[in-house]
């Protein structure tokens, strides 16, 4: 069985997201999308790690082979204790790259076993990304198209501060 591993902050879970999960279930017989640590984010989640899951679960109801889970260790660790062989990530534009690609060296080196897959993203979803939900959330614009219908509630509910 072909195991992808597709990790990420998700805070929250974009169409941009969603596209990549969608486009990897195809490819492998099983998806995990994991919630994980980026010790480079500091501000404040929006988002619990049981609520970005949760959300996940969600939208992701109609994919039979994807399931989530979470993580606040090691990527490579996870990966090699999944038996998974391939770690699914999506790239916007050449500005990711540089990240990406130290970020898929290191995990090589920690878990030869498995390789890193960079899936284009779709052309409408380039400039998306959570920041930029979760600001324009925030200020009171709409984030319609930008996550998927069932969790665009919970997230206006969530960010949206009436001043
Ligand atoms: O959505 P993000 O924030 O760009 O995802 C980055 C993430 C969470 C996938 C990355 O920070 C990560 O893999 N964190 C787990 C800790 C880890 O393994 N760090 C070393 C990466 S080489």
Do not use: W
Not at 36 to 63: D, G, Y
Not at 136 to 145: V, Y
């Amino acid at each position: 069985m072909r195991i992808a591993v597709c990790p990420g902050s998700f805070d929250p879970v974009t169409m941009g997201h969603l596209d990549i999960i969608e486009r990897a279930s195809k490819l492998f017989d099983k998806v995990i999308v994991l919630v994980s640590f980026n010790p480079s984010k500091k501000t404040t989640a929006a988002f619990s790690v049981k609520e970005r899951m949760e959300l996940i679960s969600r939208v992701t109801k109609h994919l039979d082979n994807v399931l989530v889970d979470c993580n606040d260790g090691l990527l490579a660790d996870y990966v090699r204790s999944t038996g998974a062989s391939a770690i699914v990530k999506g790239l916007r534009a050449v500005s990711d790259f540089e990240y990406e690609f130290q970020m898929a060296l290191a995990n090589k080196h920690l878990c030869p076993d498995a390789e890193t897959v960079f899936l284009t993203t779709s052309t409408e979803n380039m400039y998306l990304s959570s920041s930029v939900v979760k600001e324009i959330a925030s200020l009171g614009g709409d984030i319609t198209g930008f996550v998927p219908p069932e969790i665009l509630d919970d997230i206006n509910e969530r960010l949206f501060i009436e001043s």
